[in-house]
């Protein structure tokens, strides 16, 4: 299933069902699983490993080097799973040493148009980024992340689990699970409670969820003193833990 005028390197391995439309190239060190879809005119550059029933469409640009000034050529790979969809002019790029060396993209994410995933990104699943949302390097995404069209995350940023980034925004702090963000930069601007209730949590969980988000960010509170009173309810409301442990983990300094 590979067209006559694709260019198919002999050290590209292929799993059964892959399908490579006319003038896509396909580089060595390449390995796509079974029945992945390459449309017409997409470059996959390796060390890339691409797993089973994903689509990258038209003009995509995946596995190829870092735009990192520090980059000097050595092997760093990229990692992407299952069911993933790419769509046109979409660019996803390989790690760099400064890193582990490697960009990973997990399963069931959907990149639009334009968008753009820089070295050494962490990506989970069931992610969707809009229209030409573009990740500065060492980006961590958790599972669930909505990015509005337009949006961009700063380099070493983490966005957590179950989050929505408004359109236009432009997040520079890590932004804790649950939270709904925007503006520039972006700020808190309340829980993502629509998104939650379509991933099954329960009016409860979101109403804990709710009442820590007032902690956090309406009482004034240190942050010292907001963790304290959230690690006091979290035995009770383990919808919590993810929250209070990305604060901990935080680097860069939470949005707030």
């Not at 000097?72 to 990229?78: A, F, V």
Request: proline share 6%; with cysteine; hydrophobic share 40%.
């Amino acid at each position: 299933m590979i067209d006559a005028r694709a260019v198919v390197s002999p050290q590209a391995q292929l799993a059964d069902g892959v399908h490579v439309g006319p003038f896509s190239v396909i580089g060595p060190d390449v390995v796509i699983g079974a029945n992945t879809w390459v449309g017409p005119h997409a470059v996959i550059n390796g060390p890339t490993r691409i797993g089973e029933d994903n689509k990258i469409f038209q003009f995509a640009s995946i596995g190829d080097a870092p735009q990192d000034k520090k980059y000097k050529g050595e092997p760093t790979r990229l990692e992407i799973g299952d069911r993933n969809v790419f769509r046109e002019f979409c660019s996803v790029n390989r790690g760099t040493t400064h890193d582990k060396g490697v960009t990973r993209i997990g399963n069931d994410n959907l990149l639009l148009a334009y968008t753009h995933v820089a070295h050494d990104c962490v990506l989970g699943d069931q992610i969707v980024m809009s229209n030409c949302v573009s990740l500065g390097g060492h980006v961590q995404l958790g599972d669930w992340v909505i990015l509005g069209g337009y949006s961009g995350v700063h380099q070493f940023t983490r966005v957590g689990a179950h989050c929505f980034i408004a359109n236009n925004a432009a997040v520079t702090r890590d932004v804790p699970p649950y939270i709904l963000a925007a503006g520039q930069p972006a700020e808190p601007h309340s829980v993502n409670s629509e998104g939650l209730k379509r991933r099954g949590f329960t009016p409860e969980q979101i109403r804990n969820i709710k009442n820590a988000y007032r902690v956090l960010y309406r009482q004034g509170l240190k942050l010292a003193d907001a963790l304290i009173e959230l690690e006091r309810r979290a035995p009770d409301q383990p919808e919590l833990i993810p929250f209070i442990d990305f604060i901990k983990l935080s680097s860069r300094s939470i949005v707030r």
